[in-house]
T-cell receptor, first 113, second 112 residues
Framework: QKEVEQDPGPLSVPEGAIVSLNCTYSNSAFQYFMWYRQYSRKGPELLMYTYSSGNKEDGRFTAQVDKSSKYISLFIRDSQPSDSATYLCAMSSNAGNNRKLIWGLGTSLAVNP | DARVTQTPRHKVTEMGQEVTMRCQPILGHNTVFWYRQTMMQGLELLAYFRNRAPLDDSGMPKDRFSAEMPDATLATLKIQPSEPRDSAVYFC??????????FGPGTRLLVL
């Protein structure tokens, strides 16, 4: 079993829909939780960064962390065709300077006009 | 607009040949990462450096891969000899912390 599980999709939604993307993890030591967005043939870019539990909102995007369930989510409101991309979750523990990010495989999202 | 640059963007080579990929991190970033991305394995960390010193290369096949940072503006990843299973997209990323990494556009490598 991988440390971080992410449904690869693809997920296809109509424009304007609310999108929910999720990752589960097994390591209870994880404290830092990130969502990266990767457009086709581009490098990933950091979208959201959350430390420990709770919610974080940035425009149409909300990141949610539930440490008791070892589950993180990214919600996209009023989805746009420009949101079509692969979304990767990543996380790390608070174990000193040499901690490494553990990545999900990514969920492919298509928002149809 | 500061960006990580990578060269070459595409490389097609034959099995057994040496491949060298280069990365220029964002000025001021002290941590540089090398990743490999495939459909099956996703993003795999090959190696990373902090202040030019290698901190972890446990993800790299040591017999054929090597990574160096000859100076603060250049990181290199070499494969010698290359094999078809090395075909993938190789990303360089830089940052000031593990969690906030800025990725380059990648080098698409095809080994025939």
């Amino acid at each position: 079993q991988k440390e971080v599980e992410q449904d690869p999709g693809p997920l296809s939604v109509p424009e304007g829909a609310i999108v929910s993307l999720n990752c589960t993890y097994s390591n209870s030591a994880f404290q830092y939780f990130m969502w990266y967005r990767q457009y086709s043939r581009k490098g990933p870019e950091l979208l959201m960064y959350t430390y420990s539990s709770g919610n974080k909102e940035d425009g149409r995007f909300t990141a949610q962390v539930d440490k008791s369930s070892k589950y993180i989510s990214l919600f996209i409101r009023d989805s746009q065709p420009s949101d079509s991309a692969t979304y990767l979750c990543a996380m790390s523990s608070n174990a000193g300077n040499n901690r490494k990010l553990i990545w999900g495989l990514g969920t492919s999202l298509a928002v149809n006009p | 607009d500061a960006r990580v640059t990578q060269t070459p963007r595409h490389k097609v080579t034959e099995m057994g040949q040496e491949v060298t990929m280069r990365c220029q991190p964002i000025l001021g970033h002290n941590t540089v990462f090398w990743y490999r991305q495939t459909m099956m394995q996703g993003l795999e960390l090959l190696a990373y450096f902090r202040n030019r010193a290698p901190l972890d290369d446990s993800g790299m096949p040591k017999d054929r891969f090597s990574a160096e940072m000859p100076d603060a503006t250049l990181a290199t990843l070499k494969i010698q000899p290359s094999e078809p299973r090395d075909s993938a997209v190789y990303f360089c990323a830089s940052g000031l912390a593990q969690e906030t990494q800025y990725f380059g556009p990648g080098t698409r490598l095809l080994v025939l």
